[in-house]
Structures are given as C-alpha cells and as structure tokens.
C-alpha cells in the first residue's frame, strides 16, 4: 500500500481531501460481497443445497449461459465486425441501438422480448402460426432474453479491438492474393482474438448472472426455467435467507474466476488497443 | 507487355493526384517527391487501395482502375507485390508463414508454400529468421522478410513505398546495395516511392518528380541532376536554379542579377549552376575566362562530407562548395563579403517547362 507516502515525491499522488472517500467507497464495494462469504452457512450448505434443488438450477444456468454465449459469438463477431469495418452511412446510429440493451433495465428488455416474440408479438404472432413455436416461458426463451442482454458485452469489446487494430495488415493481405474473407480469418480475426475471447467470457457472466429479461421472458419454472439468479430471489422471497446465500455462492465464485482469469485487461482494453 | 501504366486522377479529400507514368518491365522508376506530393497515393492506386476517380491504370497489360468503363480490379486480384514503409508483417505468424502467405492464398498446399517461402528467404540471406516472431526481428531484418513477402507472392509488378524510411542511418545504407541486386533480378517493373533523392539515384534507372500531385519531370538520374525543373528538384540534387528571360547570351534572372550563358536561346529559361563550379575570390577578379562576376556575402558555411557547403547572398544568391583548406586560407566566415565567378559554359540553360503554367496561371 503505497497510498500515502511519507516521504518522498508526491507528484501523481491522490490528493489527501480524496483518501476519505475513496476509503468509504473501496469498503461500500468490498464489504457487502465479504458478508456474503462470512455470512454463508457453511456447515449447513449441502443441506441447503439439496433442499434448494440447486444442482438442477445450477445445471440449467450452465447450460442455458453457454448457449446463450454460443449464440452470441455466432452474431456478434460479424456484428461487431460490420460496425467495425462498414463504411455505411447511418453506422453510428446503428451503433446506437445495438448497444441499447446495455443500458436497458434488463426488466424492459424483458417486456420488449415479449412484445415482439411472446405469443402474441408481433414477430412470436407467426412463430406460433407457421412454426408452431412458442418462445416465452421455455428453456429456448432463457437463451434467447440472456443472448438479448449479453451480446452488446461481445460487441462492444470486438468492435473496439476491431476498429483500433492496424487495417494495415489487412491491405498488405489483400496485396499478397488473399480474398476479403481470407483476410478476415487469417489476419483480422487473428489479431482481435484476445479480445473475442475476453468478451466472450464477459458475456458469458453476464448471461449466467442474467435476472431481469429472464425472469419476465422465461419465467420461474422449477427444473425447466429456473436460473440461479431467479432461484436466489425466489428462496430469499421465501423468507430462507440461508438458502439464498448459499445458492449466491455459486454466482460469487463464477465471478471471482473470470475476474482473476481476466485481470484488469478488459477494463484497460476500452482504452487502449489490444495487443 | 508487363508494364505498369498509370494515367488517372486520384482525389483524397481536397487533395487530388493527376498524373501520367509508366514503368516498363525490368525497370526501376522511383517516384520522387516532397511529403504530401502524393507519391504513396499512386502507389495505392496502383495497388487498388484506392480507387482513381478518372483515367485508367494497367497492370501488365491488364485494364486495373477505369472508371468510365466502370473497371475496377480488387487488390487480391492485381498480383502487385507491395513493400510498405512499416512493413506490415503480420505479427501472428512466423516469419516463414508471413512469406508464405501468398502463395497459400493462392490455393498453393501448406508444405509447397513454405517450402517455396524457405527459398526466398534463403535468396535474401535471412533464412535462419524463419522461426521467429516479426516483433522479434531489427528493422532491417524486418525489411528484408516485407522484401521476400512480396517477391513470394510472385507479383506482375512490384511496389516500394519508402522501403528504406524506417531503418536507420547504418541498417539503411547495408540494406540499400541488397536491395538493388534484388531489383535488378526482378524481371518485373519496379515503382519505388521515396523522398530521399540519393535513393531514388542509387536504386532507380529513371526518376519520376511529382510535386503537389503533378509531375514536374521525368527522365534518367543524370539529366534530372543537370536540368532541375524545379527549385525543390534543385534543392534535391544540391544545384543553383533560377528563373529568368534569355537574350543575346545573357539571362536576366527574377531574383535580380544577369548570367552570361553559352547558348543564345531567347525567352524564358531555366538556368542551373553547380555549387562545385562556382570559384570564390576575395578581391574582385581580374582579367580572366570567367564570363560571369558578382559581389556576394556569406552567410553560412555546413560541412558535407570532404566539403564545405557555403550558402551567400547575391544577388544571385547561391549554394558554393569549397574545400575546408580554402575556408582557412581565404577566413570565409559569416557575414564576410567576397566574390564568385562562374563561366559561361559552367552556366546550364534550358527551357522553364513551368513557364506556360506560370503565364496561363
């Protein structure tokens, strides 16, 4: 801890006035997550596991995440990409409401999946007639409201990497013979691919931490639509609060392992290019 | 017919190119010119990085770049092999698969390709840097795989932009003798962009001077170096240039001061005198084969190699090269005035190609 010095230059040190604060705030943020670990009930955790059903919720939110996330790099690579690459007038824009659900109450997205791919949506309307799909409420419709929430996390650190990589490579590519879809998956792709993965593993999280979209979209169906996050409200609703720390914990420690594996990169990586 | 033929308008922003070149197979032109003449922007052209707005570009016979016939070959297409400045290795390969790139986007197999990329590099003396990394290589090295890259891909026609920009001074001048030996083995025709004249003289068998997207002269190293048609193009080869109306044998420069010259054309000319013809003399001369006299004063004296470059107020103003024994035994210094004499057949005089613009603007 070098936050105070006693000696030596202080240029580039915190000023004093701020320590106060930032001390509050580093505690406001730490604290919470630490009573969760001491506060756990770990003698009684397979009790409670076994009573919360949680290895079928646990299994249901691995997978229902990772095929969320699959669903994700297949779009949003060549989302991103085009962002990225296109020269198309109302780009930015386009940008713009991509990115909307970043920003969206994942409640709202909910309501919007709804909308549109519910029963009676104006796109799930037809679903239903022609296909005889029905979305909300399924295990494809868990997929689909964390898909909806997660991918502007992929886009939005592939389009980055994208835009700041040297289009250099890809003209010297282009001299040497190869197609623009040679150039794509040999020289572009390639050299963003530190940050399709760190993305890729944002995502990832974010899906299995997903509530809001879910819950609406998907519903609370024990051992079909049932997520972690939704199982932790609905047992904390249910007055177990023990229970509801235990089934947290799972989510805790995904979190603690894609920060350790990610480091401060991602965060460095929207301000600086990727390697 | 594997040349190079360009003849078109390039426009980037504000800023448009309009020229007309053409290197033959098994030549070397270097495109000569000031930053921001729009050198590198033909060499894109040429390489389909951008596109002409009018004219029409061929390579190897084949129409590239004409957009009234709405023809525009892709890059991938034009088989240019292109050497650029920062190289643009791809810093995710190998060196060896960085040269084999080419030909395994041409559909040649993995083994083939670098079996044919081992051979070049071997051909550029750099075959031991096959298994590296390009952040791994010196910039010389560097250059010499981009060389390698581009000669791999077996192009129609080869392009350099500033192929010796970002070495430094003593990389540069190891790197430069190789590089002619591999531009003279290459059957194909050769356009090499640079700034830097001793380049363009050392590497090219014709120099092509484009200033603010203009040619301004064309022709071999040694009459770009006689009859500079412009002052950056003097500034360049290191003469005196000026700007005057001819008659009877003698020229009456813009910047005041006459010349006696050998010829008696008439009308406006361009004069252009030697800084190593020019003689310094304290006193005014007397009596000799020297047509031309004038009083002068120094102002400043660089060293350049076994010479001394000394720039002097005239009028004329010039550039004269005197050997350091001279600088001691005469004591030129700043400020001290002297005079020069040139004579007349030392004084070259030729038509001002810019004269037409300059009367029509």
């Not at chain 1, 007055?239 to 990169?265: K, T």
């Not at chain 2, 009234?68 to 240019?80: D, I, S, W």
């Not at chain 2, 581009?150 to 990389?171: C, G, I, M, W």
């Amino acid at each position: 801890m070098t936050l105070v010095r006693t000696r030596g230059p202080r240029v580039g040190a915190p000023p004093r006035p701020l320590l106060v604060p930032a001390v509050v705030g580093g505690l406001f943020l730490v604290l919470p997550t630490l009573g969760l670990v001491i506060r756990a009930p770990w003698r009684s955790l397979g009790a409670s596991y076994r009573h919360a059903h949680v290895l079928d919720t646990l299994r249901i939110s691995l997978v229902t995440a990772t095929e969320a996330t699959v669903v994700c790099v297949l779009l949003g690579i060549p989302l991103a990409t085009a962002l990225a690459r296109s020269r198309m007038p109302g780009r930015r824009v386009v940008r713009a409401l991509v990115m909307l659900p970043l920003v969206v109450p994942p409640v709202v997205g909910g309501v919007a999946l709804f909308l549109a791919l519910g029963r009676n949506g104006y796109l799930g309307r037809y679903l239903d007639e022609w296909f005889g799909l029905a979305l909300p409420f399924t295990r494809t419709g868990i997929v689909i409201a964390q898909a909806f929430v997660a991918m502007p996390f992929l886009v939005v650190a592939v389009e980055g990497a994208l835009r700041s990589a040297d289009a250099g490579l890809d003209e010297a590519a282009a001299t040497l013979g190869a197609s623009p879809w040679r150039v794509f998956s040999r020289v572009t792709l390639p050299l963003v691919l530190p940050s399709v993965a760190a993305g890729t593993v944002l995502c990832w999280a974010r899906a299995l931490g997903e509530f809001g979209a879910t819950v609406l979209f998907g519903g609370n169906i024990q051992g079909l639509t049932r997520t972690l996050p939704t199982e932790v409200v609905t047992v904390f609703n249910a007055g177990d609060e023990s229970d509801a720390v235990a089934v947290s914990l799972p989510l805790l420690f995904v979190a603690v392992v894609v920060i350790a594996g990610l480091g401060d990169r991602w965060l460095r990586q929207s301000t600086a290019p990727a390697s | 017919m594997t040349s190079v033929d360009f003849a078109a308008r390039v426009e980037r922003g504000s800023f448009a190119v309009d020229a007309q070149l053409c290197v033959r197979a098994g030549e070397v032109v270097a495109l000569l010119g000031p930053n921001g003449a729009g050198k590198s922007t033909v060499l894109r052209a040429v390489a389909g990085l951008v596109a002409a707005r009018s004219g029409r570009i061929a390579v190897a016979g084949t129409v590239v770049d004409e957009p009234a016939c709405r023809v525009f070959v892709p890059t991938e297409r034009r088989r240019v092999g292109v050497v650029f400045q920062d190289h643009r290795l791809f810093p995710h390969q190998r060196v060896l698969d960085n040269v084999a790139f080419g030909a395994r986007a041409r559909g040649v197999g993995r083994d083939a390709a670098r079996t044919s990329a081992r051979g070049w590099l071997e051909r550029l003396g750099v075959g031991e840097l096959a298994a590296r990394r390009p952040r791994a290589l010196s910039g010389g090295q560097a250059q010499r795989v981009a060389l390698a890259r581009a000669l791999a891909s077996d192009p129609a026609a080869l392009l350099l932009d500033e192929p010796l920009a970002a070495l430094d001074v003593q990389t540069r001048a190891d790197v430069q003798g190789e590089l002619r030996t591999h531009l003279a083995d290459f059957a194909g025709p050769t356009l090499l962009v640079t700034h830097d004249p001793v380049e363009a003289l050392l590497l090219a068998n014709r120099i092509v001077v484009l200033e603010d997207g203009h040619v301004v002269q064309q022709g071999a190293a040694a009459e770009i170096t006689r009859r500079p048609a412009t002052p950056y193009v003097a500034r360049l080869v290191g003469t005196n240039l000026y700007r005057g109306d001819a008659e009877h044998g003698v020229v009456a420069l813009d910047g005041g001061g006459r010349l006696v010259v050998a010829g008696s054309g008439t009308g406006p000319v361009l004069v252009s005198v030697r800084p190593s013809a020019l003689t310094v003399h304290l006193n005014r001369p007397g009596a000799s084969s020297a047509r031309n006299t004038w009083a002068a004063t120094v102002s400043s004296l660089a060293a350049l190699g076994d010479r001394v470059r000394m720039t002097v107020t005239g009028p004329p103003d010039a550039a004269v090269d005197v050997t350091p024994a001279a600088v001691a035994e005469l004591g030129l210094a700043q400020g001290v005035a002297i005079w020069l004499a040139a004579k007349a057949v030392d004084v070259e005089t030729y038509p001002d190609p810019g004269a037409a613009v300059t009367v029509a603007g």
